[in-house]
């Protein structure tokens, strides 16, 4: 059902970052942790999602700055997570879980409070 793009093992998740995640399923727990960012509060954007998932930017001898992430790659897994009828756009702008992805996520979410998962 879910792809991985291609170019997954080659990015980094933000500029403040020096390497690419080492774990291989990074993307696959960064989706997760977006749907539950968007299931949390409905209409969440992907600039609010950059935010979210940014750190610090390291400068040397100056100050540390906030850096927001990669907009790109949540941007792709929003689309992906669309067209899976996980989420879905709100009229103002941002996504929504949609009533297809709602059910899903609390099917996981009893699995996991059981201990089937």
Do not use: C, M
Request: aromatic letters at 8%.
């Amino acid at each position: 059902k879910f792809v991985v793009p291609k170019w997954a093992d080659l990015v980094k998740t933000g500029v403040h970052k020096e390497l690419a995640p080492y774990d291989p399923d990074w993307y696959f727990i960064r989706a997760a942790a977006i749907v539950r960012k968007v299931y949390l509060r409905q209409g969440t954007g992907v600039g609010a999602l950059r935010k979210r998932f940014g750190g610090n930017y390291r400068r040397g001898a100056a100050p540390e700055r906030h850096q927001d992430s990669a907009g790109g790659l949540i941007r792709s897994i929003l689309i992906t997570l669309d067209e899976l009828k996980i989420t879905e756009k709100t009229e103002k702008g941002g996504r929504r879980i949609s009533r297809i992805g709602q059910q899903a996520l609390d099917l996981v979410a009893g699995q996991v409070a059981r201990g089937e998962v």
